[in-house]
């Protein structure tokens, strides 16, 4: 990591007194998510897979690991990871779940539940979250009421897990009135963030995966923004020192939000940037392969920038940059550039966004910005005012 980009990433730490980002001996970034007795590390960089069992017992010692992966990861990752916990006697067993987004279902949990006990975890053991983010949501839960709790390690596979998901311990699990509507706060142990894993994923995934950390710089770090701007091609060509780099910055921003406000109270809102019209996009679209997490992401901050500049908050100038950022790396920005020729009309809109976790006393709390990495929530635009902006928006 260059000097700058570390100092900016060790930003955070200072604001949250503790959280850090540097390097380590073995070449990989090391960020500490400062929280008491339930702190972490998360290691980013290359090769860390091969060398998960090792890392797991120097760092949280002898524990027998139960492996949660889905189908297509198993297909190219699992041998590895599990040969190595079998060489050390760790192996307690592997769970290979349906791969997608429907996983994150009360029957799927129940059914991971029950093969994790026909393991014979233990209170001390460990489950070993081998996935994206719906692996790594549902592990989470699982590992968050097995026995009362026991502990559990990401190594996430896609890049959206990499600089989002598998970091602040929200695990969660879909509901038919909306998404993440069930869930647990449970920190991971650990958290081995190997890039190598990335090479296999589909790059529309990648895409995806990709806004999670621009949303990061676009509600906090101005600069990191412009880093990605600069280096946006070496990172879409996965070189492998962009890559760390980019992810280590934005879970170690990450990791200094989540230090502050755990359990979602006040600043970690924030983190929720274009999620507020981005769930309500993804319920529209039935969480299907039309319209990935990302991808309506994308379109929520957006819509999230455009609505600041209509209220006064932010200039033009940061609109158009978001727009073009995200849209340069292949991401949509638009409701009409959802596949197909039927789009949800604002009333549907606004009802699923009244789902949102963040709505209190009916009214919805927005995340708006002042311009790049000035996002802040609200709770002041009317229900009247979103209507009338997104009429206009998909009109
Ligand atoms: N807990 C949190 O804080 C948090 C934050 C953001 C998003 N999420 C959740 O994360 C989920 C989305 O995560 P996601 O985008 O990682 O989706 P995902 O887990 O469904 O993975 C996307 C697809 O890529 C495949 N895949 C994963 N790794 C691969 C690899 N290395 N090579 C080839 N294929 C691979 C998966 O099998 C799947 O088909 C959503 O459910 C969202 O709600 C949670």
């Excluded at 702190?39 to 897979?49: F, M, N």
């Excluded at 009135?177 to 589909?202: C, E, M, R, W, Y």
Aim: charged fraction near 20%; glycine fraction near 10%; charge should be neutral.
């Amino acid at each position: 990591m260059n000097e700058n980009r570390q100092a900016k990433a060790a930003q955070g730490e200072i604001a949250a007194n503790e959280s850090s980002a540097s390097e380590t001996g073995g070449g990989e970034a090391l960020v500490r998510v400062a929280l008491a007795g339930r702190s972490y590390d998360v290691l980013v960089g290359p090769g860390l897979a091969p060398r998960a069992a090792a890392l797991i017992d120097k760092r949280l010692g002898p524990a027998r690991c139960a492996i949660v992966t889905d189908a297509n990861v198993a297909a190219t990752h699992l041998a590895g990871v599990a040969a190595g916990l079998e060489a050390m006697g760790r192996l307690a067993g592997s769970k290979i779940l349906v791969p997608g987004e429907s996983g994150k279902s009360f029957a799927v949990l129940a059914e991971l539940c029950e093969s994790l006990l026909a393991m014979q975890l233990e209170r001390g053991d460990l489950v070993l979250a081998l996935g994206g983010g719906v692996i790594g949501d549902l592990a989470g839960f699982a590992a968050s009421i097995l026995r009362r709790g026991i502990r559990y390690v990401q190594l996430p596979t896609t890049l959206l897990a990499q600089v989002d998901s598998s970091v602040g311990g929200k695990t969660a699990i879909n509901a038919s009135h909306g998404k993440n509507l069930l869930g647990t706060f449970h920190q991971p142990s650990l958290v081995l963030a190997d890039i190598d894993l990335l090479a296999t994923l589909p790059p529309r995934q990648f895409r995806a995966g990709y806004v999670e950390a621009a949303k990061y710089a676009m509600l906090a770090d101005a600069a990191y923004f412009d880093w990605l701007e600069a280096n946006r091609t070496s990172l879409f060509r996965q070189e492998p020192a962009a890559l760390s780099e980019a992810i280590a910055i934005a879970v170690a921003g990450k990791a200094a939000i989540v230090a502050r406000d755990e359990t979602e109270t006040g600043e970690r809102m924030l983190l929720n940037l274009g999620h507020t019209f981005g769930h309500a996009l993804e319920a529209w679209a039935g969480y299907s392969d039309k319209l990935l997490h990302g991808e309506a992401v994308a379109i929520g901050i957006t819509l999230a920038f455009e609505l600041s500049h209509e209220l006064g908050f932010s200039d033009a100038m940061s609109v158009e940059r978001v727009r073009s950022h995200l849209a340069s790396a292949g991401l949509p920005t638009h409701i009409k550039q959802i596949p197909g020729n039927d789009w949800p009309d604002a009333d549907t809109l606004l009802r699923l966004m009244a789902q949102d976790k963040k709505v209190r006393a009916g009214q919805l709390t927005l995340i708006l910005a002042r311009g790049i990495g000035k996002a802040f929530a609200t709770r002041d635009v009317g229900a009247a005012t979103v209507r009338d902006f997104l009429e206009r928006r998909i009109g």
